[in-house]
């Protein structure tokens, strides 16, 4: 039981620590929205990485994102991230939320490259896109609150057939 205490306290640690980065971030980009090489400036010319800048060698990346996707794409990815961020720090439809968050983690991995500076090594630059361990962290959330709820289904029903017997052998 304490083993179930102690991971039930690291998840929800986890999860209001993970909804409050996303609010927070959300919020960020607002703020630098429209300051030079901003947030919208980024997001109308930066160029998909996908793996890293230089990686392979000569990458230099795709697109930009045409203007069509690129401009809501700028204008909601904030919005997503300060409401869906709210909703899972405060353990609102969980399973929902944490699966849109990954989607929208997986479209900044994809914006920036998994390896961002272009190298695993250390060198004064970010050297690893923690959004994938972020992915994962928001992974196993989901799956707790998805046991939690099963097993919560299940001492429902229990109580519910214990009832239902107790009732019969009195008659």
Do not use: H
């Not at 991230?81 to 944490?98: M, P, Q």
């Amino acid at each position: 039981m304490k083993y179930l205490l102690n991971l039930r306290t690291a998840v929800l640690v986890s999860r209001v620590m993970m909804g409050v980065f996303f609010f927070l971030s959300g919020v960020a980009n607002y703020l630098n929205f429209s300051v030079d090489n901003g947030f919208y400036q980024t997001v109308l010319i930066q160029k998909l990485q996908i793996i890293g800048p230089g990686i392979p060698a000569g990458w230099q990346g795709l697109g930009p994102l045409p203007w069509f996707i690129a401009i809501p794409y700028a204008w909601l990815l904030p919005l997503a991230e300060i409401l869906l961020g709210a909703l899972f720090a405060l353990n609102y439809w969980t399973r929902w939320t944490g699966l849109l968050l990954i989607l929208v983690t997986f479209s900044i991995t994809l914006a920036f490259g998994i390896i961002p500076a272009g190298s695993l090594f250390p060198n004064g630059a970010e050297s690893f896109n923690k959004t994938i361990l972020f992915m994962a962290l928001i992974w196993i959330c989901i799956a707790y609150d998805a046991r939690e709820q099963k097993m919560s289904r299940r001492r429902s029903q229990a109580a519910a057939d214990y009832v239902l017997n107790a009732s019969n052998n009195d008659m």
